[in-house]
């Protein structure tokens, strides 16, 4: 397993999906305590990520939060984690986790098979601007 920078949380996350670009954007300008790395889910280290922690890529689609040591979600539990990590007004989309996962996993595979269409993708991986490139394993 590879060494990854300590004290970080690694969001895997699609990286051709315009709507999970845009969202990792978001996550980077919201993490003022510089708390998450990013990598792609079909990056070299994302399948080492998955492998590691025992996800199939071909069954997964979605997000994944790795804690490294600690522990990793999935879907909207992946989101709520996050969300919750990030503080601020965003600590608030933790109130749908008082629903039955099986609910919010449903709404987010829903968006999740419709991202393409309503959002794009990009025929490749974007590569990080300078001044994020840190960010990124």
């Known amino acids: 397993m590879i060494a990854f920078p300590k004290n970080k949380k690694i969001i895997l996350f699609d990286g051709v999906c315009n709507f999970c670009d845009s969202t990792v954007q978001k996550i980077i300008a919201a993490d003022k305590k510089d708390q998450f790395r990013f990598t792609s889910l079909d990056s070299e280290i994302g399948k080492e990520i ?22 990793y979600y999935i879907k909207s539990k ?4 996050i969300a919750s990590y990030l503080g601020s007004y965003y600590s ?30 990009k025929s490749e991986c974007p590569i ?10």
Request: glycine residues 6%; positive net charge; proline residues 6%.
């Open 50 to 71: 998955l492998q590691y922690i025992g996800v199939d890529r071909s069954k997964i689609d979605s997000i994944v939060l790795y804690e490294p040591g600690k522990a």
């Open 78 to 81: 992946a989101a709520f984690q």
């Open 92 to 121: 608030m989309i933790g109130i749908f986790s008082i629903f039955p996962q099986k609910l919010t996993d449903s709404i987010y595979d829903f968006i999740a098979r419709n991202r393409y269409k309503w959002f794009g993708k």
């Open 128 to 137: 990080p601007s300078p001044e994020i490139r840190n960010k990124f394993l």
